[in-house]
């Protein structure tokens, strides 16, 4: 099978190079009083930030990518809306799902990042017939998630750097496979969720599976909820999820926690705008968009 590699240089550079751009400057300026050292590093991190991108852009050239209408019969504009009472048995059959396959297995995040990318790639490989090779490298600090305290991981779509900003806990098997489906060039948030969902619950390995499922039903759980963190502890609080599994689910959605505060809610308009920019429906791809796809996708193939 043919290889594409994709080299991310800059997912390899000890602390993350967009930072290092911004606050190299900024920190030279308060601890020497003078801007030159500080220049001169942004530089330096501006020159291997480009030649990394310029090199990943090259070898991208030759990835074939999924065509998600045609694989999956689904895509950002092709989504049939997912019935209340559907969405509902789905929460029910996921939370026996979870409830009946739990396991309290955690991988320590560099092998589990190497054994995401190796089932991704894999995944990816059986639709494309190419294998797309990428970094499985992550950071666990960049200055965006202090600008989006409501992420729980970032990828810079240049560079393919990626972090995790906090421990998700049984969620993060599955953003780190959202995380490193924009690292191999599937830009669009409803394509990454996808991508990381089918990768990882094929895996056949029960932590990656686990995470898949719980990302469905809690997305699920966050459209009937209406996105109202008060509405989804409720439903939580009064659902049958085992106790294991139940702070993850809640430390998504604090009541009151840096998600909810104004500025907060200014920079998510502002990403919903940016999304709609880039031919995407806006914020509920992560959770409508995507439920609606599984929906739409697993219809058609059992129609077939
Ligand atoms: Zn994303």
């Known amino acids: 099978m043919e290889t594409v590699r994709i080299p991310n240089q800059a997912t390899y550079s000890p602390i993350s190079l967009t930072d290092l751009m ?12 003078a801007t030159p050292p500080g220049r001169a590093l942004q530089a330096v991190a501006l020159g291997a930030y480009a030649g990394s991108v310029a090199v990943d852009w090259f070898a991208r050239r030759n990835v074939r990518a999924i065509d998600f209408l045609d694989t999956f019969g689904a895509d950002v504009k092709h989504l049939t809306p997912m019935p209340e009472e559907e969405r509902e048995r789905e929460v029910e059959w996921l939370t026996e799902r979870v409830n009946d396959e739990y396991t309290a297995e955690r991988i320590p995040r560099a092998e589990l990042a190497r054994r995401i990318n190796r089932h991704l790639t894999d995944f990816i ?16 600090f960049t200055l965006a998630g ?6 729980l991981g970032t990828c810079d779509i240049f560079s393919g750097d990626v972090s995790i900003l906090r421990d998700a806990g049984v969620f993060e098997p599955h953003i780190i496979a959202h995380e490193f489906s924009h690292r191999k060039g599937y830009l669009k948030e409803l394509h990454a969720q996808v991508l990381g969902y089918l990768a990882m619950v094929g895996s056949g ?6 995470s898949a499922r719980c990302e469905r039903l809690h997305r699920n759980l966050w459209v009937l909820a209406d996105r ?7 439903m939580i609080e009064e659902g049958a999820l085992r106790e294991e599994l139940r702070d993850d689910f809640m430390a998504l959605h604090p009541e009151d926690g840096p998600a909810e505060g104004t500025m907060a ?5 502002l990403y919903d705008e940016r999304m709609k ?4 429906n806006g914020l509920s791809d992560y959770d409508e968009g995507f439920t609606n796809f599984l929906y739409t996708s697993e219809r058609r193939a059992a129609e077939a």
């Open 146 to 151: 202090l600008v989006f305290p409501f992420a």
């Open 205 to 210: 390995e029960a932590v990656l599976v686990q």
């Open 125 to 140: 490989a059986g639709t494309t017939n190419q294998r797309v090779e990428t970094s499985s490298e992550i950071r666990q």
């Open 265 to 269: 809610n200014l920079m998510r308009r």
């Open 277 to 280: 920019l880039t031919g995407q």
């Open 22 to 33: 911004v606050a190299a400057p900024l920190a030279s300026r308060i601890l020497l009083g």
């Open 228 to 234: 109202d963190p008060v509405r989804y502890r409720t």
